[in-house]
């Protein structure tokens, strides 16, 4: 059966032509829009000539419309993200895959392939090629859709029916036509929603290297704040995991500081890993204290800091040939490691991993206090108690427990500040931490910051940090999570000698948000899982397990015994082989017979007389069957033609035959 060429024919080639150049053309792959139709054409002129016969057709596999998947999949996971806006790779990938199984179908068209797919793969192709059209474009679109009718209608259809989608294209087209000049009006403020969306969602909030008061709130408020922002892969997650120690307050920002205390260098590799000592053999286990080492999985721009608890001995990252480390164990140096990244933290489980007297000391930026401040400062400290009868400041522990005791009295935990906006800038100075004195509501970067504020001015050396605090465990799970809702602030107050952690926010602000639901804990622990496998597979961990197996593979190759066990296990295969054998041929030895052998004989010397005379017995012809097609060819003959002593051989060798079958079958019944 051979294609039925009309009009209607033509214009089906013509629109799938017009659905393939509109798709290259929208999406600036213009030479593949035209690939494709030129495929169309030669496709539809075979198809339409004597020379592809249905039969004749290229059959429809489905594995070439599968396989194609796989790198059109691997090139959508390769195309950048757009921050504001649907990237049209989402659009483009979907069109020309669509475009290639409708390739595919008309090829086969008859044999495999179907009408009814050339027609919804190519429509579709069709739409998408209309996404942000270029302009000028669009008719030609329209008449790419009139080609699909004309050529897909059934034969007799009354016209009005042509009319009715005629309308009904129209009355889509003006929809979609309002409806983008709709979006042209309002993508400046849709467009402001996308960004702001995209910058919470991909970026952690409060820890650029310049904090503004209130950077955290968006981490409480937003709709991302049970995203799930950090993975510490360990049975006992520290309960402060800390990003930033900042330096310098100034007009409601904290800056960080402006040098760090060294900068760490490799001191030795782990596969694919840099270890980054804090001081030199501290990170080596030993019998004298146990190390542990513990993975970080970070899921969002985490501004090139190492979230790590207090007292790390080292950091191990990839990709990094150096740390920054500054006052009060903050390190930086992975923003050449890529927005998400991943690296261990080494803490000790004994006492015998001791930091340098030389990175613990505080120094004179652990009391920088802005003069501005200093009316505010005094004010509160008046407030607070924190002089005693002689005028004196109080020192230690103390001062830090009035400190906590009056915010847990006289204030309360809350997102917002009342009047902040109203008053910042004007009533307040410019400072919003006056008005959070004054409204006594607030949260944990407030609490913080007065604090710090306040213990410098007392002469008393405190850091503003930032991080992570109360992680998520789970029973079954090997790991815990830090959520955005986790995100804090809190001090760090050098007192009787040592570095303590201050949090001065008061307690009602523990607990922020809904607890994630069923399904999200489900799939966020086979997420993080998955995390752990590409881990593994990536890190290069599995590199040490093949040269171990490798390292035992030759020790065993270069032993004797290997070659004694290989040499006894051949020789019993042998034997083996040798027992098998005889006892076959005994077996059969015992049931032959002497007789049997006897009537062998003789049918082996009747078939020898009969070659001579050039009868032969066929590869599987029966003896039976044999004899009688000799005794047929041998009527034939007369004693003249042969000599009469060949003649009786002759016979006589069809009587052995006779006798053979006599005596064969009648042994057998």
């Given at each position: 059966?051979?294609?039925?060429?009309?009009?209607?024919?033509?214009?089906?080639?013509?629109?799938?032509?017009?659905a393939?150049?509109?798709?290259?053309?929208?999406?600036?792959?213009?030479?593949?829009?035209?690939?494709?139709?030129?495929?169309?054409?030669?496709?539809?002129?075979?198809n339409?000539?004597?020379?592809?016969?249905?039969?004749?057709?290229?059959r429809y596999?489905?594995?070439?419309?599968?396989?194609?998947?796989?790198?059109?999949?691997?090139?959508?996971?390769?195309t950048?993200?757009?921050?504001?806006?649907?990237?049209?790779?989402?659009?483009?990938?979907?069109?020309?895959?669509l475009?290639?199984l409708a390739?595919l179908?008309?090829r086969?068209?008859?044999?495999g392939?179907f009408?009814?797919?050339?027609?919804?793969?190519?429509?579709?192709?069709?739409?998408?090629?209309?996404?942000?059209?270029?302009?000028?474009?669009?008719p030609?679109?329209?008449?790419g859709f009139?080609?699909?009718?004309?050529?897909?209608s059934?034969?007799?259809?009354?016209?009005?029916?042509?009319l009715i989608f005629i309308?009904?294209l129209?009355?889509?087209?003006?929809?979609?036509y309002?409806?983008?000049?709709?979006?042209k009006?309002?993508?400046?403020?849709y467009?402001a929603?996308?960004?702001?969306?995209?910058?919470?969602?991909?970026?952690?909030?409060?820890?650029?290297?310049v904090?503004?008061?209130g950077s955290?709130?968006?981490?409480?408020?937003?709709r991302?704040?049970?995203?799930?922002v950090?993975?510490?892969?360990?049975a006992f997650p520290?309960?402060?995991?800390?990003?930033?120690?900042?330096?310098?307050?100034?007009?409601?920002?904290?800056?960080?500081?402006?040098?760090?205390?060294?900068?760490?260098?490799?001191?030795?590799?782990?596969?694919?890993?840099?270890?980054?000592?804090?001081a030199?053999?501290?990170?080596?286990?030993?019998?004298?204290?146990?190390?542990?080492?513990?993975?970080?999985?970070?899921?969002?721009d985490?501004?090139?800091?190492?979230?790590?608890?207090?007292?790390?001995l080292?950091f191990?990252?990839?990709?990094?040939d150096?740390l920054?480390?500054?006052?009060?164990?903050?390190?930086?140096?992975l923003?050449?490691?890529?927005k998400?990244?991943?690296?261990?933290?080494?803490?000790c489980?004994?006492?015998?991993?001791?930091?340098?007297?030389?990175?613990k000391?505080p120094?004179?930026n652990?009391?920088l206090?802005?003069?501005?401040?200093?009316?505010?400062?005094?004010?509160?400290?008046?407030?607070?108690?924190?002089?005693?009868?002689?005028?004196d400041t109080?020192?230690g522990?103390g001062?830090?427990?009035?400190?906590?005791?009056?915010?847990?009295?006289?204030?309360?935990?809350s997102?917002?500040?009342?009047?902040?906006?109203?008053r910042?800038?004007?009533?307040?100075?410019?400072?919003p931490?006056?008005?959070?004195?004054?409204?006594?509501?607030?949260?944990c970067?407030?609490?913080?910051?007065?604090?710090v504020?306040v213990?410098?001015?007392?002469?008393?050396?405190?850091?503003?940090?930032?991080?992570?605090?109360r992680p998520?465990?789970?029973?079954?799970?090997?790991?815990?999570?830090?959520?955005?809702k986790?995100?804090?602030?809190?001090?760090e107050?050098?007192?009787?000698?040592r570095?303590?952690?201050?949090d001065?926010t008061?307690?009602?602000?523990?607990v922020?948000?809904?607890?994630?639901?069923?399904?999200?804990?489900?799939?966020?622990?086979?997420?993080g899982?998955?995390?752990?496998?590409?881990?593994?597979?990536?890190?290069?961990?599995?590199?040490?397990?093949?040269?171990?197996f490798?390292?035992?593979?030759?020790?065993i190759?270069?032993s004797l015994?290997?070659?004694?066990?290989?040499?006894?296990?051949?020789?019993?295969?042998v034997?083996?082989?040798?027992?098998?054998?005889?006892?076959?041929?005994?077996?059969?030895?015992?049931?032959?017979?002497?007789k049997?052998?006897e009537?062998?004989?003789?049918l082996n010397?009747?078939?020898?007389?009969l070659?001579?005379?050039?009868?032969?017995?066929?590869?599987?012809?029966t003896?039976g069957?044999?004899e009688?097609?000799?005794k047929?060819?041998?009527s034939?003959?007369?004693?003249?033609?042969?000599?009469?002593k060949?003649?009786?051989?002759?016979?006589?060798?069809?009587?052995?035959l006779?006798e053979?079958e006599?005596?064969?079958?009648?042994?057998?019944?």
């Amino acid at each position: 059966m051979m294609e039925k060429v009309d009009i209607r024919y033509v214009f089906k080639v013509l629109f799938l032509c017009i659905a393939s150049v509109m798709l290259g053309n929208t999406f600036d792959f213009l030479w593949l829009g035209l690939l494709f139709a030129l495929y169309f054409v030669v496709i539809g002129i075979l198809n339409a000539t004597s020379r592809r016969e249905f039969v004749k057709r290229p059959r429809y596999k489905k594995i070439f419309a599968y396989g194609a998947i796989v790198p059109l999949a691997l090139f959508w996971v390769m195309t950048p993200t757009v921050e504001n806006g649907v990237s049209p790779y989402l659009i483009f990938l979907p069109g020309i895959y669509l475009l290639y199984l409708a390739a595919l179908q008309e090829r086969s068209r008859g044999n495999g392939g179907f009408e009814v797919f050339v027609a919804f793969d190519g429509v579709a192709a069709l739409l998408l090629g209309m996404y942000l059209v270029p302009h000028g474009w669009g008719p030609v679109g329209i008449v790419g859709f009139l080609l699909a009718l004309c050529a897909y209608s059934r034969r007799g259809t009354s016209p009005y029916k042509y009319l009715i989608f005629i309308l009904v294209l129209a009355a889509l087209g003006g929809i979609s036509y309002v409806s983008w000049h709709y979006w042209k009006s309002q993508r400046y403020r849709y467009g402001a929603e996308m960004a702001e969306n995209f910058y919470q969602r991909e970026r952690m909030m409060g820890f650029d290297p310049v904090v503004a008061l209130g950077s955290f709130g968006s981490n409480f408020t937003s709709r991302y704040n049970d995203q799930v922002v950090l993975r510490v892969w360990t049975a006992f997650p520290p309960s402060y995991l800390k990003a930033a120690s900042y330096e310098k307050y100034v007009g409601g920002l904290w800056k960080l500081p402006a040098s760090p205390v060294k900068n760490l260098l490799p001191a030795y590799y782990q596969v694919d890993y840099a270890v980054f000592e804090v001081a030199d053999s501290l990170t080596r286990a030993s019998e004298r204290r146990e190390v542990e080492q513990v993975w970080v999985q970070s899921t969002l721009d985490n501004f090139g800091f190492v979230f790590a608890p207090y007292g790390a001995l080292g950091f191990a990252a990839k990709d990094v040939d150096s740390l920054s480390y500054y006052a009060g164990g903050m390190v930086q140096g992975l923003d050449g490691n890529g927005k998400r990244s991943d690296w261990y933290y080494f803490r000790c489980g004994s006492d015998d991993c001791g930091f340098p007297d030389s990175m613990k000391a505080p120094n004179e930026n652990d009391l920088l206090l802005g003069t501005r401040n200093i009316p505010l400062i005094d004010t509160v400290i008046e407030a607070m108690g924190l002089y005693d009868s002689l005028g004196d400041t109080l020192r230690g522990i103390g001062t830090l427990e009035k400190i906590r005791d009056y915010f847990r009295e006289n204030f309360t935990y809350s997102l917002s500040i009342p009047g902040l906006r109203r008053r910042f800038g004007s009533n307040s100075g410019g400072d919003p931490l006056a008005v959070f004195w004054q409204t006594k509501q607030g949260y944990c970067e407030y609490y913080a910051t007065l604090s710090v504020l306040v213990l410098r001015r007392l002469r008393i050396p405190a850091r503003y940090a930032t991080g992570f605090v109360r992680p998520e465990v789970r029973n079954g799970r090997p790991y815990a999570v830090f959520r955005r809702k986790n995100s804090h602030a809190w001090a760090e107050v050098f007192v009787d000698g040592r570095w303590l952690v201050f949090d001065p926010t008061p307690p009602l602000g523990i607990v922020i948000g809904d607890v994630p639901g069923w399904w999200n804990l489900k799939w966020e622990g086979v997420r993080g899982r998955l995390a752990r496998v590409m881990h593994l597979l990536k890190e290069g961990g599995w590199r040490v397990v093949v040269d171990r197996f490798q390292e035992s593979s030759r020790s065993i190759v270069e032993s004797l015994i290997l070659y004694v066990l290989l040499l006894i296990l051949v020789l019993g295969f042998v034997l083996r082989r040798f027992y098998v054998v005889y006892n076959g041929r005994a077996k059969s030895r015992a049931y032959v017979s002497a007789k049997v052998k006897e009537w062998g004989k003789k049918l082996n010397a009747a078939e020898r007389i009969l070659a001579r005379f050039g009868y032969r017995r066929e590869p599987g012809e029966t003896v039976g069957a044999f004899e009688r097609r000799v005794k047929i060819a041998l009527s034939s003959l007369t004693e003249s033609q042969v000599a009469l002593k060949k003649f009786q051989k002759a016979r006589q060798a069809l009587l052995t035959l006779d006798e053979y079958e006599s005596n064969r079958w009648g042994e057998t019944r």
